[in-house]
């Protein structure tokens, strides 16, 4: 007996004590529960948006990236355009559409600049303010609120994305590359500019002037093209992480699975309401900026290529061609995306009527089928406790009549999308867009055909 007390006193002294629970600090990273939901500490889904950003010279996060960015879009975007329209001279005897195709190569130049500029200012404004892609996509821990089928979602975009991108940028690369060669070797002359021929008198004669001009522009044309394209494509990017957000919602107005209470709906689409009015207020310059670009960039077209008495053919207007079809795409990719999240915005004003009118159909069905199994007498006598027993089932029930009716109505009043300066941008105002287009081309065409 001694010898088991002894062993039974002794056994709380051999365990061992505890070891101290590590503070957060100490912690390691990958267990630290601030880290728990964070992707980007394991897996950095932005990779391929840095490492683009990185190759195009558009990196913001350091001083010298600033620097080297600026220095980059003045030469690629500003100085080499400039440049080659000045070193380029008509001769008849390589083509006789060689004047018209320098005229057309400067008329397609001026609105490549016009949207790069818009757009290198746009991503510049976007790093100065935000501070990087995470805020500006909203992964700056808004993904930790949502469910696993957006998250989901969200990175099969952002594959998809750079696809989208690659569609655009590529085949317009083999076709801008084609005519360039053509343009430089067969249709024009090309000779330094005199400020540059004046400085290096001697050296000038010895370099090929027409690979230079063809490597640069192609170069500069990459770049603008690239520049304005990420920025169509964040725009989105952006619209897609707040449809599928949409699409989460409408989940919840589930009849048949738990339904959702009325003010976890609310705080939801507040969430995402306030989402799209920052999204709204950082793209609305670039969206009105570009139209007026490609506005008058197409009118000018119109006019120049109307007014010409020469031949059109790929050497002397593939400019046109290319550029149109690239500004365009990239133009549209943001209307449309836009006008699909207006709309799923818009429609959860039905859904939400729907999902009102089944929960009252259904309390009011199961109230009639209880009271007709019930006795006249058990009503008659619980007819003065009937209010009461109404009153403590729906506390109980998801949400009660008026929360439903208050959410309807706010959805009524805050169902807009992607806005520019008030004017809600859906279909409608893609339509009226349009009409205004076709109305200028036509009266330039009436014009061009009375003269």
Same mark, same amino acid.
């Given at each position: ?105 400067? $008329? ?18 976007? @790093? ?23 998250? !989901? ?35 024009? !002359? ?55 957000? @949409? ?5 919840? @107005? ?186 200028? $081309? ?10």
């Amino acid at each position: 007996m001694d010898s088991e007390d002894e062993e039974q006193g002794s056994s709380p002294e051999s365990d061992p004590p505890p070891p101290p629970s590590p503070s957060p600090s100490q912690r390691p990273l990958l267990l630290n529960p601030a880290y728990a939901q964070c992707k980007s500490v394991i897996h950095d889904e932005l990779r391929s948006f840095r490492v683009f950003l990185q190759w195009c010279a558009l990196d913001h996060s350091t001083r010298a990236g600033r620097a080297a960015s600026y220095a980059v879009f003045v030469a690629l975007a500003l100085l080499v355009p400039a440049a080659v329209s000045l070193s380029l001279l008509a001769d008849a005897a390589l083509s006789p559409a060689s004047a018209s195709a320098i005229t057309f190569n400067r $008329v397609a130049q001026a609105p490549a600049t016009g949207l790069a500029v818009i757009s290198f200012a746009t991503l510049a404004a976007f @790093f100065r303010r935000l501070g990087g892609l995470r805020k500006l996509l909203f992964l700056d821990g808004a993904l930790r609120d949502d469910t696993a089928f957006v998250r !989901r979602g969200y990175a099969r975009e952002l594959d998809r994305a750079f696809r989208t991108m690659a569609a655009l940028l590529l085949p317009s690369l083999c076709v801008e590359a084609a005519h360039k060669a053509t343009f430089f070797f067969c249709t024009v !002359r090309v000779e330094p500019p005199a400020a540059v021929a004046s400085v290096f008198p001697f050296s000038m004669l010895l370099l090929p002037w027409r690979a230079v001009a063809l490597v640069a522009t192609v170069a500069s044309w990459v770049y603008r093209t690239g520049v304005f394209l990420l920025v169509c494509v964040l725009f989105r990017l952006t619209c897609e992480l707040q449809i599928l957000r @949409f699409e989460g919602i409408y989940s919840m @107005f589930d009849v048949e699975a738990r339904p959702a209470a009325a003010a976890e709906i609310f705080a939801e689409h507040r969430r995402i309401r306030t989402q799209l009015l920052a999204t709204s207020h950082r793209y609305r310059v670039f969206i009105i900026c570009c139209l007026v670009t490609i506005t008058v960039s197409q009118l000018g077209t119109l006019l120049v290529a109307l007014s010409s008495r020469d031949a059109k053919s790929f050497s002397n207007t593939g400019d046109l061609l290319v550029g149109s079809a690239v500004q365009l795409s990239g133009f549209f990719m943001c209307l449309l995306g836009a006008a699909r999240i207006t709309h799923r915005a818009q429609r959860m004003v039905s859904i939400a009527s729907q999902w009102h009118m089944s929960m009252e159909s259904s309390m009011h069905h199961g109230k009639s089928s209880s009271l007709a199994t019930t006795s006249a007498s058990d009503v008659i006598d619980a007819s003065s406790g009937s209010s009461t027993a109404v009153s403590l089932a729906e506390p109980g029930a998801p949400c009660s009549y008026r929360s439903r009716q208050a959410l309807v109505t706010y959805l009524r009043h805050n169902g807009g999308g992607i806005t520019l300066f008030g004017f809600t941008l859906d279909r409608r105002l893609l339509h009226t867009i349009f009409v205004f287009e076709m109305t200028l $081309v036509l009266w330039i065409l009436s014009k061009v055909v009375v003269l």
